[in-house]
């Protein structure tokens, strides 16, 4: 079992930053791909970025690439994604995933959210224009 318990949300202006923060716990968490999807509202859940356990790799989806970048402290067995350049359209709830390490041997699976075995509670991140 993992959990996941993500922060740092909130309300920031178009244009503006914020950095959330995923902390993994439970059995072997730091050997877990750990990704980031989002949801807005009447909107299917989307894949936003996925980092290997190693850190040394990681997947952001076209919309976020250049402004979204995710990173990973396996000491502190943290995910973060930093978000720039905030845009309206990138208001919805936050959740963090985790998902086996061999997931990663196969990328076609990385985007897709049912791949994921442990999900956090998520955190709302709105983007006032």
């Known amino acids: 079992q993992v959990q996941l318990v993500e922060s740092g949300g909130g309300l920031v202006q178009a244009g503006g930053s914020l950095r959330l923060s995923c902390a993994a716990s439970?059995?072997?968490?730091?050997?877990?791909?750990l990704g980031w999807f989002r949801q807005a509202p009447g909107k299917e859940r989307e894949f936003v970025a996925a980092i290997a356990w190693s850190g040394s790799k990681a997947y952001h989806t076209d919309s976020v690439k250049g402004r979204v970048t995710i990173s990973r402290d396996n000491a502190k067995n943290t995910v973060y994604l930093q978000m720039n350049s905030l845009k309206p359209e990138d208001t919805a709830v936050y959740y963090c995933?985790?998902?086996?390490?061999?997931?990663?041997?196969?990328?076609?699976?990385?985007?897709?959210?049912?791949?994921?075995?442990?999900w956090g509670q998520g955190t709302q991140v709105t983007v006032s224009a």
């Open positions: 995933a985790a998902a086996s390490a061999s997931m990663w041997t196969r990328p076609e699976k990385i985007g897709r959210a049912e791949e994921y075995d442990y």
């Open positions: 439970g059995r072997s968490s730091s050997t877990y791909v």
